[in-house]
């Protein structure tokens, strides 16, 4: 399957049918336009052979040979420009003198003075003057650039023949102009007159020019500073203001010449050679009937027939231009290889009329909007009285009398009959026109309108009418589900799945969630469209580069297991790219073959990268393994919120995380409902998509507490938890038939039934009982409490010269809880390092070494000393690792992790404290003492004397009454604290007038601001532990189990025996061959295509339970409305009764 692109190319390479103009005159003009040519490159050529022999001048040199050679380039480009203008564009000039007989002066019919015109006019004496016979194609003199002075804006023109052929000018706008191939062109007409724009029509305008500004289109209009094109000008001028460069609006004013004010200026005085820049005067207070040029259009293209204030002339130009446009042949066109044009037809009179019957005959749609008077209330009127029947002319002066009074009496007979000649004309292709009311255009009514006038027109096309695919990618291109549900995908025509992968693909790049699923509907296959060019396409065309390096930020960041496949996964897919190719190395490239077999899921993490809300939902519900999907997705938008710059789209990420979760934690709880062990095989289940993750691993990692809280999750960690013991035991029952052995085999001990038990052994029985995880837990905290006593007792009693026993034996203990640490470390990897818990180890273990280390050499007092201090201090960590095992209660779980968070406020308030003492210490050190030398005694004056202050030791030394001299040292060689300074009298210096209050601000500030403060953040950080107490504390003890569970089930410190096992198993081993275990795909396996084939099925009823809920919601809703209808109604009924009573 060959897939294309949403982003469509248009190509613009186009051959124009040219006329051929032959003569020697023209031949002469094209020499010597071809020598300055020549002259620009030959100094380019200088100037490349003088960059070559002056190398050394490098950074000035190339700097200003780019400058210049991009400056040649755009030269050449203008000289082609002025070359095509001047072999294919003419103006007219009236050659033959017919004099006005209505005018006073010398006027020709032409509407200029005899003098005005060229040398050699002849005189007709014929009172006729028809612009064909008495003008005279010359060379165009008016083309390059116009400068308007008012807000400095420019923008192209030229001043043409009004017979120009279109396919001329249309190469001038797309080759020399540079304007792109456009995906739809709105010309719009009416209200050429003077008038105020009413706001509602000021909003219809605005939603166009963002229709325009959307898709890529063109809007032409009159071009000039007057009537409607003045206000579409503004309102382009104001939807751009704030836009790229890249996103503005190209507005096309297609005017008459002769209808020009202050056209002088945009002729060339000379025949210069490049591009001229025609500086544009705009006199709005000029009194004349010509019209100033609109400074906000972009282009102006200027029709010329040879006349002065002769309007309309440009009618018939644009119509043809209009119509060569929608009969180009465009490849990937979204519209069946053409150019869409649409007619925005409001108000307006004879030459609106005229404009819009232009365009039906060239079957062109036209939108027209009743309600803004004249020619469009006339026509909207017509459509709605007498559609589907035929039209008396009677019925349509009517109308027209009706709408446009004034201007129909001062109308002849015979042009009334052309008026109507021109509106049944119009009626007869009423497929062609759409009616849009102003009152209730809102900001889709107008996009709908378009959308709709041109599908209606396409449709209808004899030629494409059965081409239901461009139809489809119309509908698609605007977003209109309703038509295409209504139109395309009907009971009667059946599709192929292949058929709709090219709209498949534009609605994925589009974020069209709703065309999607009507897509999946109607028989597209996910699993077949989904190849892997497919999604190379998608990951490195349409992957956005700022969530490409959000991502890598994140697992540079974090080092995430899942963070760092999905990384790896989307830089493999985005190989082709020259750039990420250069970037990266073989090892971040990632092998696809096991995860291509996932392809929707794979697609399901290129909308979740992206933000991609609804259009994600659907592609969830298509995939097999929801719950661990939807964990997934909320573990990497939770991971990309946290690097996010913007903060609004952090929020957006953590939102579509939480809704993920919600769907988890809803999907699993109606899994759990119907079959208990299925629903718990799903907590197991992995898959290679999300980095062979288990749904249970990719929830602890996303910490989603509510999907670990629920209680299908905690009943199969309880089930971990005990083994093969049942829940209904007692826990005092176990801890007592760990002392009493006996009591297991009586039937005191109750162990799980299984479906194909028989009576149960004696010995499988205490096999069952001290292998549960729960049993090795009690054993392991009974002995490390035993060994914390046995160790507190070496310390205080028993620590010789010469290590004990009991010594040697705490010895033992600590080196068995040694290899622990290494066999989790070896299991664990890098998470190790990323438990609190694991670190406090590691810690007490390396303290415990130090210790042994100094303990070695007992004939040294000193040392023997410092290592009994080690002990010490390690058994400080030791014991406060015990409060690790609280977390298995429900009340003194979640109080572990207060603490652990007020840790973290503490650490942060230490800054804010140190700021306020080192302040006061360095003052009042500074204050009372002079040149104190010794190091250790500034450190407890500084900060030492004012921490205590803090827990109320009162300061003494800065009251002079209070001061004992007995208790300091005047010359600061004694081990007491130097003397404050004292004055010639032998009294303190210091000034009590500012210690005094120095102190009383600082305990005010410290004992009651800061203190106060740090009671309030712990106040804080309690309460939001305690409003998820439970949630907290389901969470943390996923923790407690899930480590005993990958312990040995041996109890400590038994354990040692199984590590010496393991051991010579291992060196064992490594003399053998191993036996390659083959391995088995996820979602290959029978259980696993049982699982998900049964989570499919759940998935179905949870969704039809949704659609349920938000039907029976919105059936609520309507009931309450028409209960507040009925409720106004009686309101209503009741003051009338009250008034007729009184």
């Keep these: 399957?060959?897939?294309?692109?949403?982003?469509?190319?248009?190509?613009?390479?186009?051959?124009?049918?040219?006329?051929?103009?032959?003569g020697s005159s023209s031949r002469e003009r094209s020499q010597s336009r071809e020598r300055p040519r020549q002259r620009l490159l030959e100094n380019s050529t200088d100037l490349a052979r003088m960059k070559s022999q002056r190398g050394g001048m490098l950074g000035s040199s190339r700097t200003l040979y780019s400058s210049m050679s991009r400056s040649i380039e755009l030269a050449l480009d203008e000289l082609d420009a002025v070359k095509f203008i001047q072999e294919n564009f003419r103006k007219r000039e009236c050659v033959t003198y017919t004099k006005d007989s209505?005018?006073?002066?010398?006027?020709?019919?032409?509407?200029?003075?005899?003098?005005?015109?060229?040398?050699?006019?002849h005189v007709n004496t014929c009172d006729k003057w028809n612009y064909k016979k008495h003008t005279k194609e010359l060379p165009t003199d008016a083309y390059g650039d116009i400068q308007f002075d008012a807000f400095g804006r420019r923008g192209k023109y030229i001043r043409l023949s009004r017979d120009t052929p279109p396919e001329i000018l249309y190469e001038l706008m797309t080759k020399f102009w540079l304007l792109k191939t456009p995906n739809l062109i709105i010309s719009v007409t009416g209200g050429a007159k003077n008038f105020s724009l009413k706001p509602r029509m000021r909003k219809i305008f605005s939603r166009l020019i963002y229709i325009a500004q959307t898709k890529g289109a063109w809007i032409f209009s009159g071009g000039t500073h007057y009537g409607l094109m003045k206000y579409i000008g503004e309102v382009v001028r104001d939807n751009t203001i704030s836009r790229s460069s890249e996103e503005k609006v190209v507005a096309i004013g297609i005017a008459a010449w002769g209808m020009i004010s202050n056209r002088d200026t945009l002729i060339r005085t000379t025949p210069t050679e490049g591009n001229f820049v025609a500086q544009y005067t705009m006199d709005d207070l000029k009194?004349?009937?010509?019209?100033?040029?609109?400074?906000?259009?972009?282009?102006?293209?200027?029709?010329?027939?040879?006349?002065?204030?002769?309007?309309s002339t440009e009618i018939d130009l644009r119509a043809a231009l209009e119509k060569y446009i929608s009969e180009l042949n465009v490849p990937d066109s979204n519209y069946g290889g053409k150019i869409p044009i649409v007619c925005f037809a409001q108000g307006g009179g004879k030459e609106t009329l005229r404009a819009i019957n232009n365009a039906i005959k060239s079957k062109i749609p036209c939108v027209v909007v009743e309600g803004s008077g004249q020619t469009a209330d006339v026509i909207a009127s017509l459509v709605d009285a007498f559609e589907g029947t035929s039209l008396a002319s009677s019925a349509i002066k009517e109308k027209l009398v009706r709408f446009m009074p004034r201007t129909i009496s001062r109308l002849a007979e015979d042009e009334i009959e052309t008026w109507i000649r021109w509106i049944k004309e119009i009626m007869e292709h009423l497929h062609l026109l759409t009616v849009i009311k102003m009152d209730q255009a809102g900001d889709e009514i107008v996009s709908n309108a378009i959308?709709?006038?041109?599908?209606?027109?396409?449709?209808?096309?004899?030629?494409?009418?059965?081409?239901?695919?461009?139809?489809?990618?119309?509908?698609?291109?605007?977003?209109?589900?309703?038509?295409?549900?209504?139109?395309?995908?009907?009971?009667?025509?059946?599709?192929?799945?292949?058929?709709?992968?090219?709209?498949?693909?534009?609605?994925?790049?589009?974020?069209?969630?709703?065309?999607?699923r009507l897509l999946l509907e109607n028989g597209l296959n996910l699993r077949k469209f989904l190849t892997s060019e497919v999604l190379t396409e998608l990951f490195s065309q349409h992957f956005s580069t700022l969530v490409f390096r959000n991502l890598q930020i994140a697992k540079n960041s974090y080092n995430d297991a899942l963070l760092t496949f999905t990384w790896k996964m989307v830089l493999t897919y985005q190989r082709n790219r020259?750039?990420?190719?250069?970037?990266?190395?073989?090892?971040?490239?990632?092998?696809?073959?096991?995860?291509?077999?996932?392809?929707?899921?794979?697609?399901?993490?290129?909308?979740?990268?992206?933000?991609?809300?609804?259009?994600?939902?659907?592609?969830?519900?298509?995939?097999?393994?929801?719950?661990?999907?939807?964990?997934?997705?909320?573990?990497?938008?939770?991971?990309?919120?946290?690097?996010?710059?913007?903060?609004?789209?952090?929020?957006?990420s953590e939102e579509i995380a939480n809704e993920y979760e919600t769907k988890a934690v809803e999907l699993f709880t109606e899994c759990y409902s119907n079959d208990e062990e299925l629903a718990e095989s799903l907590l197991v289940y992995s898959c290679e998509a999300w980095g062979s993750c288990s749904c249970l691993e990719m929830a602890v990692e996303a910490k989603d507490q509510q999907f670990i809280a629920q209680p299908g999750v905690q009943n199969f960690?309880?089930?971990?938890?005990?083994?093969?013991?049942?829940?209904?035991?007692?826990?005092?029952?176990?801890?007592?038939?760990?002392?009493?052995?006996?009591?297991?085999?009586?039937?005191?001990?109750?162990?799980?039934?299984?479906?194909?038990?028989?009576?149960?052994?004696?010995?499988?029985?205490?096999?069952?009982?001290?292998?549960?995880?729960?049993?090795?837990?009690?054993?392991?905290?009974?002995?490390?409490?035993?060994?914390?006593?046995?160790?507190?007792?070496?310390?205080?009693?028993?620590?010789?010269?010469?290590?004990?026993?009991?010594?040697?034996?705490?010895?033992?203990?600590?080196?068995?809880?040694?290899?622990?640490?290494?066999?989790?470390?070896?299991?664990?990897?890098?998470?190790?390092?990323?438990?609190?818990?694991?670190?406090?180890?590691?810690?007490?273990?390396?303290?415990?070494?130090?210790?042994?280390?100094?303990?070695?050499?007992?004939?040294?007092?000193?040392?023997?000393?410092?290592?009994?201090?080690?002990?010490?201090?390690?058994?400080?960590?030791?014991?406060?690792?015990?409060?690790?095992?609280?977390?298995?209660?429900?009340?003194?779980?979640?109080?572990?992790?207060?603490?652990?968070?007020?840790?973290?406020?503490?650490?942060?308030?230490?800054?804010?404290?140190?700021?306020?003492?080192?302040?006061?210490?360095?003052?009042?050190?500074?204050?009372?003492?002079?040149?104190?030398?010794?190091?250790?005694?500034?450190?407890?004056?500084?900060?030492?004397?004012?921490?205590?202050?803090?827990?109320?030791?009162?300061?003494?030394?800065?009251?002079?009454?209070?001061?004992?001299?007995?208790?300091?040292?005047?010359?600061?060689?004694?081990?007491k604290p130097l003397c404050v300074e004292l004055d010639n009298d032998n009294q303190p210096r210091f000034p009590e007038w500012i210690t005094i209050p120095l102190v009383c601000i600082y305990m005010l500030s410290t004992n009651i601001l800061l203190v106060n403060l740090l009671i309030a953040?712990?106040?804080?950080?309690?309460?939001?532990?305690?409003?998820?107490?439970?949630?907290?504390?389901?969470?943390?003890?996923?923790?407690?189990?899930?480590?005993?569970?990958?312990?040995?089930?041996?109890?400590?410190?038994?354990?040692?025996?199984?590590?010496?096992?393991?051991?010579?198993?291992?060196?064992?081993?490594?003399?053998?061959k191993k036996q390659e275990v083959e391995h088995i795909p996820c979602c290959h396996k029978k259980d696993d295509i049982e699982t998900l084939a049964w989570e499919a099925v759940m998935k179905e009823n949870y969704l039809v339970r949704l659609i349920s809920q938000t039907q029976?919601?919105?059936?609520?809703?309507?009931?309450?409305?028409?209960?507040?209808?009925?409720?106004?109604?009686?309101?209503?009924?009741?003051?009338?009764?009250?008034?007729?009573?009184?």
């Design 717 to 975: 960690l309880s089930k971990q938890w005990y083994g093969e013991i049942s829940r209904d035991t007692k826990n005092w029952k176990i801890l007592m038939s760990l002392f009493f052995f006996p009591l297991i085999c009586c039937g005191f001990i109750s162990f799980r039934k299984k479906h194909t038990d028989g009576p149960r052994s004696i010995l499988l029985n205490y096999f069952d009982f001290f292998t549960s995880p729960f049993v090795v837990f009690s054993w392991t905290v009974i002995f490390y409490i035993g060994f914390l006593l046995l160790f507190a007792y070496v310390l205080l009693m028993d620590f010789q010269r010469a290590p004990t026993g009991l010594e040697i034996t705490v010895y033992v203990l600590v080196f068995i809880l040694f290899c622990d640490e290494i066999r989790q470390m070896y299991m664990s990897g890098v998470k190790y390092f990323t438990d609190l818990w694991n670190i406090m180890d590691i810690l007490a273990i390396l303290y415990f070494i130090a210790g042994i280390v100094f303990r070695v050499h007992s004939h040294n007092p000193s040392s023997l000393y410092t290592g009994r201090v080690i002990f010490c201090l390690d058994y400080i960590i030791f014991t406060v690792r015990l409060i690790h095992i609280f977390t298995v209660s429900r009340n003194l779980g979640p109080k572990i992790i207060m603490l652990q968070r007020m840790l973290i406020d503490v650490f942060f308030f230490l800054f804010l404290f140190a700021v306020w003492v080192i302040a006061f210490g360095v003052a009042r050190q500074g204050i009372l003492r002079w040149n104190e030398h010794r190091w250790e005694w500034i450190l407890r004056s500084v900060i030492y004397e004012p921490y205590l202050a803090v827990f109320g030791q009162y300061i003494a030394d800065v009251d002079g009454t209070t001061i004992d001299f007995d208790h300091c040292t005047i010359n600061g060689n004694e081990s």
């Design 451 to 516: 959308s709709f006038a041109l599908y209606k027109a396409f449709s209808t096309n004899e030629q494409d009418k059965d081409n239901w695919n461009a139809q489809l990618k119309l509908l698609l291109e605007w977003n209109q589900l309703d038509l295409a549900s209504e139109e395309i995908f009907t009971n009667d025509r059946r599709w192929e799945s292949s058929d709709l992968e090219d709209a498949m693909f534009t609605a994925l790049v589009k974020d069209r969630p709703k065309f999607v």
């Design 1 to 22: 399957m060959t897939v294309r692109p949403s982003t469509r190319r248009w190509s613009r390479e186009f051959v124009p049918h040219t006329e051929i103009r032959s």
């Design 287 to 311: 009194r004349d009937p010509l019209y100033c040029l609109d400074n906000n259009h972009t282009h102006l293209i200027l029709a010329d027939n040879g006349s002065n204030g002769h309007p």
């Design 102 to 121: 209505k005018s006073q002066d010398n006027i020709c019919k032409c509407g200029y003075s005899k003098i005005q015109h060229i040398e050699g006019t």
């Design 578 to 652: 020259k750039e990420e190719r250069n970037s990266c190395d073989d090892s971040e490239i990632q092998d696809l073959t096991p995860i291509i077999k996932h392809p929707i899921q794979i697609l399901f993490i290129w909308a979740i990268l992206q933000n991609k809300r609804e259009l994600s939902k659907v592609i969830w519900e298509q995939t097999r393994g929801c719950t661990l999907a939807a964990l997934g997705a909320s573990k990497l938008l939770k991971s990309l919120a946290k690097v996010k710059n913007d903060i609004n789209a952090a929020g957006e």
């Design 1112 to 1142: 029976n919601n919105m059936e609520m809703e309507q009931k309450f409305k028409h209960m507040e209808i009925k409720i106004s109604d009686l309101r209503a009924l009741l003051k009338e009764i009250r008034s007729k009573i009184k």
């Design 1017 to 1072: 953040m712990f106040g804080y950080t309690v309460g939001s532990v305690q409003e998820n107490n439970d949630q907290v504390w389901k969470f943390q003890r996923y923790f407690l189990i899930q480590e005993y569970c990958n312990r040995l089930t041996i109890p400590f410190p038994f354990v040692i025996f199984a590590y010496i096992f393991m051991v010579l198993r291992k060196m064992f081993s490594c003399c053998c």
